[in-house]
């Protein structure tokens, strides 16, 4: 069993091609392999296998560590998609490939960055049991920062479906953005009764007009260095707030979003059509031992 680990601003995959695994993935198997003890460990791992939709290089399933579907990861499409061009599946640097979310067409830049046109980003979604705008405000059980200070017992939201349900959170500044407890507020957010399919959850603050810095609980997953779509969801919801270096006047916005792995650059045009910018590297490649492979042989 053949597998490679990359990691795109921290946020770390294995990649499988499904040809090269001795048995089906399974929620069990994931979870084995993206545990840090027991596999090699990741955020997740991406599955990918020949295309079944015409003029496309691949079909890609993304896998949470909880063994759930993601229906998109922005920093995981392109540690895909950049496997995907140095594998040989493709010498083309504009190409498709199809994921639960749908079709997702990237633009090689260079031999680690690419540029993905991630489609067009909604504020109403069947995600969202809310207002069409997807603003509203959540109560949450627990909502104290690290360092104490005293904080609201509820969050105003802009609800953003980008691929996956997004709900994002402003905050005044990158003091209280620093001192937020994710791993304490982010569950009541992301199994919240307004978002049927769970959530993930960015929470984001202005630097300068048109930059932003944002801290990000992924549904599935936790706390993460990086999130791709978590990051489109906070630019889009900056954006519509007014946001940008031109205000938001002309309807299109290039955002850089500030994450604890590093930036990504966000395109929001004026029909909320989003391009997602950034780079992924490989870390190594393996196989499996015949022990480890046994031992997910035998999981369900």
Same mark, same amino acid.
């Given at each position: 069993?053949?597998?490679?680990?990359?990691?795109?601003?921290?946020?770390?995959?294995?990649?499988?091609?499904?040809?090269?695994?001795?048995?089906?993935?399974?929620?069990?198997?994931?979870?084995?392999?993206?545990?840090?003890?027991?596999?090699?460990?990741?955020?997740?791992?991406? +599955?990918?296998?020949?295309? /079944?939709?015409?003029? @496309?290089?691949?079909?890609?399933?993304?896998?949470?560590?909880?063994?759930?579907?993601? +229906?998109?990861?922005?920093?995981?499409?392109? +540690? %895909? #998609?950049?496997?995907?061009?140095?594998?040989?599946?493709?010498?083309?640097?504009?190409?498709?490939?199809?994921?639960?979310?749908?079709?997702?067409?990237? @633009? #090689?830049?260079?031999?680690?960055?690419?540029?993905?046109?991630?489609? *067009?980003?909604? /504020?109403?979604?069947?995600?969202?049991?809310?207002? &069409?705008?997807?603003?509203? /405000?959540?109560?949450?059980?627990?909502?104290?920062? *690290?360092?104490?200070? %005293?904080?609201?017992?509820?969050?105003?939201?802009?609800? $953003?479906?980008?691929?996956?349900?997004?709900? !994002?959170?402003?905050?005044? &500044?990158?003091?209280?953005?620093? %001192?937020?407890?994710?791993? !304490?507020?982010?569950?009541?957010?992301?199994?919240?009764?307004?978002?049927?399919?769970?959530?993930?959850?960015?929470?984001?603050?202005?630097?300068?007009?048109?930059?932003?810095?944002?801290?990000?609980?992924?549904?599935?997953?936790?706390?993460?260095?990086?999130?791709?779509?978590?990051?489109?969801?906070?630019?889009? !919801?900056?954006?519509?707030?007014?946001?940008?270096?031109?205000?938001?006047?002309?309807?299109?916005?290039?955002?850089?979003?500030?994450?604890?792995?590093?930036?990504?650059?966000? &395109?929001?045009?004026? =029909?909320?059509?989003?391009?997602? @910018?950034?780079?992924?590297?490989? $870390?190594?490649?393996?196989? %499996?031992? =015949?022990?480890?492979?046994? @031992?997910?042989?035998?999981?369900?």
């Amino acid at each position: 069993m053949l597998f490679e680990k990359w990691q795109a601003l921290g946020n770390d995959y294995l990649i499988v091609e499904r040809d090269r695994v001795p048995f089906p993935l399974t929620p069990a198997r994931a979870r084995r392999l993206c545990d840090p003890h027991l596999g090699p460990g990741g955020d997740g791992v991406l +599955e990918l296998s020949p295309p /079944t939709e015409p003029g @496309t290089v691949a079909d890609l399933r993304i896998w949470n560590p909880d063994g759930s579907i993601a +229906e998109l990861s922005g920093n995981g499409a392109r +540690e %895909a #998609i950049m496997y995907l061009v140095r594998r040989g599946w493709t010498d083309q640097t504009q190409f498709s490939i199809t994921t639960v979310a749908g079709e997702i067409r990237p @633009t #090689i830049l260079s031999e680690t960055e690419c540029r993905v046109d991630m489609g *067009r980003a909604f /504020t109403r979604s069947v995600d969202h049991l809310g207002a &069409d705008d997807g603003r509203g /405000t959540l109560d949450t059980a627990d909502t104290q920062p *690290r360092r104490g200070a %005293a904080e609201p017992s509820s969050w105003a939201y802009q609800h $953003v479906k980008i691929g996956n349900p997004q709900c !994002a959170i402003r905050v005044p &500044d990158v003091e209280t953005l620093e %001192a937020l407890d994710l791993p !304490a507020i982010g569950p009541d957010i992301e199994h919240h009764p307004s978002f049927p399919q769970r959530t993930n959850v960015s929470w984001f603050c202005e630097i300068e007009p048109g930059v932003i810095r944002a801290r990000i609980f992924e549904r599935g997953v936790g706390e993460t260095m990086s999130s791709g779509t978590g990051a489109s969801g906070a630019a889009v !919801a900056y954006v519509l707030a007014g946001g940008g270096r031109s205000g938001g006047d002309d309807g299109g916005e290039s955002i850089t979003v500030r994450l604890d792995g590093g930036d990504l650059t966000v &395109d929001v045009g004026d =029909d909320l059509h989003v391009d997602l @910018t950034g780079w992924a590297v490989p $870390v190594y490649a393996a196989e %499996a031992s =015949d022990e480890l492979v046994e @031992t997910l042989r035998a999981l369900d």
